[in-house]
Each structure stands twice: as C-alpha cells, then as structure tokens.
C-alpha cells in the first residue's frame, strides 16, 4: 500500500522506524522533505503514482530502506540496507525501488539479524520515496554526545551530502553547547535543528540521533530521527569499562602488561568455554606448564594461570611469564619487536642476588639444550603427531553423539576439554616456544651481514615463499574442491574439522556447512595456478651470501623450516578433538533443549555438567556483556596503564593512524571489503581488487583470501596465519592498523603497500 507521510495512521508502527518517524515529523509540521512510503513492491497504478511524485517535484529523490524493526530503540541496522540518492527517471527510480525491497536479503543485513535478533529470518521491508535535497551542509544531531565527551548535545557536520559523514569517510566538524560557533552554519540554523530535535524528544520522550541537511536558500530539514540505541549507549558502555577497569587494577599492579599476540587469531571476544578451555592449558600441571619443564624451563612454582581474560578477549600475562622461565631474575619479558628479556637493575633485591648463581647456570644449561637438541626435539614432535593422528580418527560428523545417552555425552564432555587442556596442547606449544627461539637466533645471524629492516624482511619472505606449510595445502584443495566439485566430499573428509573463525567453540566446521562452504573456480585458473606456484630457493639463496656465517644461518634455517611446517601440522591435528568438544557441546544444548544451541557456550564446564534452568538469564548477561566488549579495542601488547588512560579518556585513537607492519610483500590498489563474519562470504559482492579488511583472520578464512588481492587487519604478527598464507599467495598484506575493522566502512579506495606497511586512501 502506498502512504503520504501526511496522511500514515499513527497507530501503523511496522513501516519501520525511519518511514515512520518521518512521517510522525512531517505531522509535527517539522521541516521534513515531503515523501511517500510502500509498505509492498507497488502496483503499477501505485508506481504511475509515484511517477507523478516524482515529476511533480522536478525529479531528484532519495530512495530508502525501512525494514520493520530498523532505526529502533534496540537496533539500528545502520548500513545493512540499501539508500539510492539523486534518482531521476522512471526506470532508475523503479529498479531502486526494487533493490531496496530486495536488500532485506543481502547478507550483510541477514547477519546483522542473526546477531542481533537471534535469528536471520526475513523481516517486513517498506521504502521510502523522498524529495532529494541538494545540500550545502549535511549534519547529525546528538541529544547527548555519544562519546561522552560533551554534557550534553552535540552536531557534527560536512559540507555537502552527509552519505560522507555517516559512512566515516570525512572527518566532520564538531558544535556543542559550549562551542557552538561555526564558519559554516549560523546561529538561527543552530537553534532551528535544537528546536525540531526537541519537539521529537518531547513528544517520545528519548534521547535521539538526527540526521539533517541544510539547503542552498538556507533551510533546515530534517532527514531522520532515531532513538539512541539502548544496548550501546555511551553511559551503558562506560559503565561497563570502568567496572571492568576496577576489576583488573584489583586484581593485577600497574605495571602488568599483557600480551595478545599467542591469540591473535581470535577474531572477536571469545565465548565463555573457549575463554575456560583455553585458560586452563595456562595453569599449573597443566599443557603450557608441561612444555616449559620438558625444555628444561622452571615452569609454573604456584597455582595460577598465566592466560588473563582482558576486556573479554585473552592476553597471556608477561609480568608473571618472565620468572617461569629462569625463576627471580632481574628481566622481563619485552614482546616488541619479538619476544625477548631486558635486563631491569631496580629489580636487582638480596634475593636475587643469592640466586643469582643457579639462576646463570640454569640459563645457559637450558640455552645449550635447546641448541643441541632442537632436532631430536622435531623428531619426537613428530612421531607424538603420528600417535595423535591415530587417536583422534573419528568422522568429523556433528550428528555423530545423536544416540549417546546425557550421561554418556557429559561423561565424554569432561574428559575431552580436560585432556585438551591438560596433554594435547603441550607439543604445539613446545614448538611455539622452540620456534621464537630459532627466530632470535636467525635474526641475530642476519643482523650481523644486513640491516635489521634487511633481516627483517628475510624472515618475513622466507616464512612464506619458502615453507610448504599445511595451510597453504589446505587453500590449494580448497581451490581444487571449488573447481571440481566431486572433490568436495574428499576436502570434508580431510579439513572438515575446520572453519572460519575455528579457534571458538561456537563457529561451525567446514563438516556442519557441507557444499555450501565451496563456490564456483573456473578449473583452468585452478590449475594454472596450480602449476605456477613454487617455493622460493632459500637454501640456495643463503649459500649464495658472501659470508662465513652462511652455513650457521643455513643450519638455523632448515630448523626453522621444519618447526613452521610442524607447527602447522599440529594445528590441524589439535583442532580435530577441539571439534569434537563442539559437537558434544551441541548435543547435549539439545537434550537440555536451549533455544539456541549455541548458548551452551556462554556457560563453565561445570555449569554444562549441572545444568539449571536459571542459567538461561546468565547466558544472556555473558552475551550481552560480551557483545558490550567488541566495543573496546586496545593494543595487541597492552598494560593495565595504557587501559587505563584509554578508559579514562586521556587517548584517542587516531583515525590518520594507517601505518602498521607490513606482513606481505607487495603493493596493490583495490577497494576495501570488512569482513566480520566469514562465514558471510559467499554472499558478498567482491570488488574486482578487493582489499579485505578485519579485526584478524584464522585459517578458516581460506575462502577469503582466495578472493582477495590484498589484506589490512587489525592483529596478526609476521608468524601468523594472515602473514603465512598471504605471502604464500602473493598477497600484500599489512597489520596494526588499529580499528581497522571499523575504521572502514568498505567501498574505500586504498593502496595498500606490503613493503612498508602503509595504507593511502585514494581520492
């Protein structure tokens, strides 16, 4: 049906929330651009009507989304549907009208739903038709500045359209109560926004976001009107950052700092189990303690655990990891730019001093065991992964524990997070360990023949171009199982245990989505590609160095190859029995019959094991505050310090802030695609260069990367799968652009230079 905003019946709510409010504004004689509203795709009486409209006023209109439940109280679904602006003809203006109805369907807004509503289920989807207005400033009204910095409201605005302004792509310029003088907008505008902004207020008694305009002859308008969002408010979420800030200057010294990188994989706040699992492989006589005594470091002397969950997300603690190592020593643990101690002399106490002896000889024993037995290490290594391999040969099936009885799958549940835990987490992270040394030990060498940025790109391109790594196998098959499709059944059987986003309990397997992870790949690029790629000649390249030490860093490089190789190996083989304690989560969410399967892991292991019904409301208290704490984004090496005067509001981010670290060689100009969720991606529309942006990626992103001509995230060290693979491919990649994932907004036209680690946005 088709209504003039003057003449919707108050009572008809479920146009959605922007139709309606201007509608509501229109009847409220505030300035609104006139305009008409199709709750359905319209008759062709209703479009020879619209035509009208549209001829009356000269053409020029904005075409909208407004699905029911949009630009509400509790969600805004900001960007998730389509706006067309400066329509002008007939035959534009009706395939607008049809992208919007449709763009209910596009993935980025069935996520949104999911995430959001619990559910991706289509919702109702009206669209506006509205007067175009030719801007010379185009604006948003807070009555309360969502940063909090300014008591109460505040207005930023551009020159021009503000598509600019709400996309993040143009820095506005800022007015408030105490600074509401402007070059730009006088001060009867000023007053003219407060005083509609306030009659909206009133009438619904919220606070709101306005989005308003200002024409060429001077006149406001107001262009829509939201209710704050309720669940991301700036007094809810500063409340829930300092709660958290008092709980960890409880907790921890000033002096804590915390390191991220062991867990940069993780692309969001992990959930409750996989925190839980996690930390306790970091405790006492459990795997992480193992690995240190087996390579002969002191290990864990009390009860405690290493790993600290830091505004949600994991941070192994180097203020307590530097004495498992050698005991009271004078050092910590520096992790920039690798891991490595720094001698303190404040730290130097009587204590020390006594030790210090045993201390020395400690170091250089297990200094000279590591050395002298790194290969026999690798052997070992190896035939445990065989062991394990046999172990852990079950069908990667999540239906699999369908006929087990409750007790049985709790049973089975306990037993494999403990030995997860406790035994099969010990050899990846000897190798981890082994594997930062060799590296120490290889820059050290370079270092003494090139510059540090010389040797450090050595590393860089050698990790990548001349490793045959596990990951890189599982991309080609992947490729292959695109192109030929009666492949696909052979991926399952081998990666089926993986998937995007893997490292938490709750993301599904590459098993549980089947044939809907593949797409179509042209097979002759398939094996064109194949056929062209090589590994890089490493071995031979160092024995073409000019120098005596050549043999020594040829030694250091083929362990290091092996332990990057072997390390991968690994991953795949702990990943198997880690899926099994998803499906196992999942069949016993059924027998308690949750709503939600996935809720089961917003619980403790022993809360899964003596399930009650009022853990339903703590399940979604550890959602929401979860979801509260993707809100909060802090260094990958972070201190209790740099927390705190983040929280405190003595830092900004920088939003010029576009040099990071390059990971992959290589410069490419594309257009930018942030991707939250990978497992959207086949619904994406991918850009001829598409340059993917997020927080951090895992080898589940393997799809991802095949589409992708060039990679900016977030977190991810030069070891990391993003820096591996996308070297191995060819793909220039960059990281440490901090908030990168939300910095962009996508559609960006950027370079991206893998050589130096910088990001130019292109106008």
């Known amino acids: 049906m088709l209504y003039y905003?003057?003449?919707?019946?108050?009572?008809?709510?479920?146009?959605?929330?922007?139709?309606?409010?201007?509608?509501?504004?229109?009847?409220?004689?505030?300035?609104?651009?006139?305009?008409?509203?199709?709750?359905?795709?319209?008759?062709?009486?209703?479009?020879?009507?619209?035509?009208?409209?549209a001829k009356d006023g000269e053409y020029s209109l904005a075409v909208r989304s407004s699905a029911t439940g949009e630009d509400s109280k509790e969600n805004s679904f900001a960007g998730q549907n389509s706006t067309f602006l400066y329509v002008d003809n007939d035959s534009d203006l009706k395939r607008a009208i049809t992208d919007c109805f449709n763009s209910i369907n596009k993935e980025s807004s069935k996520a949104y739903r999911q995430h959001f509503l619990g559910s991706s289920k289509e919702v109702p989807m009206n669209v506006v038709i509205q007067r175009m207005i030719d801007p010379s400033f185009s604006g948003v009204y807070f009555s309360k500045d969502p940063r909090g910095k300014f008591e109460s409201w505040m207005l930023e605005y551009i020159d021009g359209v503000g598509e600019d302004l709400v996309s993040g792509k143009r820095t506005p310029t800022i007015l408030s109560e105490s600074q509401r003088v402007s070059p730009d907008i006088t001060s009867e505008q000023i007053d003219e926004i407060i005083r509609c902004a306030k009659l909206v207020e009133d009438k619904y008694q919220d606070d709101f976001d306005i989005e308003w305009a200002i024409d060429k002859k001077g006149i406001v308008y107001l262009l829509q009107a939201r209710p704050i969002t309720a669940k991301a408010s700036i007094s809810n979420l500063k409340r829930i950052g300092h709660e958290e800030l008092e709980r960890l200057e409880s907790i921890y010294p000033q002096e804590t700092v915390w390191d991220g990188q062991t867990f940069a994989e993780w692309t969001t706040a992990p959930t409750t189990l996989t925190t839980e699992i996690w930390a306790n492989s970091f405790k006492k006589d459990q795997a992480f303690d193992k690995a240190l005594q087996e390579l002969g470091y002191v290990g864990f002397s009390k009860d405690e655990c290493l790993m600290d969950e830091v505004f949600g997300r994991s941070y192994i603690n180097l203020s307590k990891l530097g004495q498992m190592y050698f005991g009271p020593i004078p050092y910590t643990i520096e992790p920039i730019p690798r891991p490595h101690l720094k001698f303190h002399f404040s730290k130097v106490t009587p204590h020390i001093l006594m030790k210090t002896p045993q201390t020395m000889w400690r170091m250089l024993k297990?200094?000279?065991?590591?050395?002298?037995?790194?290969?026999?290490?690798?052997?070992?290594?190896?035939?445990?992964?065989?062991?394990?391999?046999?172990?852990n040969k079950r069908p990667y099936d999540s239906k699999i524990y369908q006929d087990w009885t409750l007790e049985d799958l709790l049973s089975r549940f306990s037993k494999e997070s403990s030995l997860f835990s406790e035994r099969t987490l010990v050899w990846p992270y000897i190798l981890i360990s082994l594997t930062e040394t060799t590296i120490q030990t290889l820059i050290s060498l370079l270092k003494?023949?090139?510059?540090?940025?010389?040797?450090?790109?050595l590393i860089k391109r050698w990790s990548g171009a001349g490793i045959n790594s596990e990951t890189f196998k599982m991309g080609l098959y992947f490729k292959k199982a695109c192109a030929k499709p009666n492949a696909r059944h052979n991926f399952l059987a081998r990666y089926g245990h993986r998937g995007p986003g893997e490292l938490d309990l709750s993301a599904k397997r590459w098993a549980e989505i089947g044939d809907d992870a593949f797409y179509d790949y042209p097979l002759e690029k398939y094996v064109k590609e194949k056929n062209n790629h090589t590994l890089d000649d490493v071995e031979a390249e160092i024995m073409a160095m000019k120098s005596f030490k050549k043999t020594l860093i040829l030694e250091e490089w083929k362990i290091l190859k092996d332990l990057l190789e072997l390390r991968e190996k690994w991953k795949m083989a702990i990943l198997k029995p880690y899926a099994h304690i998803r499906y196992l989560?999942?069949?016993?969410?059924?027998?308690?019959?949750?709503?939600?399967?996935?809720?089961?892991?917003?619980?403790?292991?022993?809360?899964?094991?003596?399930?009650?019904?009022?853990?339903?409301?703590?399940?979604?208290?550890?959602?929401?505050?979860?979801?509260?704490?993707?809100?909060?984004?802090?260094?990958?090496?972070?201190?209790?310090?740099?927390?705190?005067?983040?929280?405190?509001?003595?830092?900004?981010?920088?939003?010029?802030?576009?040099?990071?670290?390059?990971?992959?060689?290589?410069?490419?100009?594309?257009?930018?695609?942030?991707?939250?969720?990978?497992?959207?991606?086949?619904?994406?529309?991918?850009?001829?260069?598409?340059?993917?942006?997020?927080?951090?990626?895992?080898?589940?992103?393997?799809?991802?990367?095949?589409?992708?001509?060039?990679?900016?995230?977030?977190?991810?060290?030069?070891?990391?799968?993003?820096?591996?693979?996308?070297?191995?491919?060819?793909?220039?990649?960059?990281?440490?652009?901090?908030?990168?994932?939300?910095?962009?907004?996508?559609?960006?036209?950027?370079f991206v230079d893998g050589n130096s680690g910088s990001i130019k946005l292109m106008q």
């Not at 006139?34 to 359905?40: M, T, V």
């Not at 991918?686 to 393997?702: F, H, L, R, Y």
Request: hydrophobic share 40%; with cysteine; aromatic share 8%.
């Open 5 to 53: 905003f003057e003449n919707l019946p108050e009572d008809k709510t479920q146009v959605g929330g922007k139709a309606y409010m201007l509608a509501m504004m229109a009847q409220m004689n505030i300035p609104v651009p006139s305009g008409i509203i199709l709750d359905a795709m319209p008759s062709d009486r209703e479009l020879e009507e619209v035509y009208q409209f």
């Open 366 to 391: 297990v200094g000279l065991s590591i050395n002298t037995h790194r290969k026999e290490v690798i052997n070992d290594a190896t035939k445990a992964l065989v062991d394990i391999s046999v172990i």
């Open 585 to 750: 989560c999942l069949e016993i969410a059924r027998r308690y019959q949750l709503d939600d399967l996935n809720d089961i892991f917003y619980l403790h292991i022993h809360e899964i094991k003596n399930f009650k019904s009022s853990y339903l409301s703590l399940i979604r208290e550890r959602k929401h505050k979860i979801e509260m704490f993707r809100n909060f984004n802090f260094s990958t090496v972070t201190s209790l310090r740099e927390i705190k005067s983040v929280i405190d509001g003595n830092e900004e981010a920088s939003s010029s802030n576009l040099v990071g670290e390059g990971l992959s060689s290589g410069m490419v100009r594309g257009k930018v695609v942030v991707i939250n969720n990978p497992s959207n991606w086949k619904e994406i529309e991918w850009p001829e260069n598409a340059i993917v942006v997020a927080q951090s990626t895992d080898p589940g992103w393997t799809p991802v990367f095949t589409k992708a001509s060039g990679i900016i995230v977030e977190r991810g060290g030069v070891l990391s799968h993003c820096a591996i693979v996308a070297r191995e491919m060819g793909i220039p990649a960059v990281s440490g652009i901090k908030q990168c994932h939300i910095k962009f907004k996508g559609g960006e036209d950027v």
């Open 448 to 457: 003494s023949i090139y510059t540090p940025q010389e040797a450090d790109h």
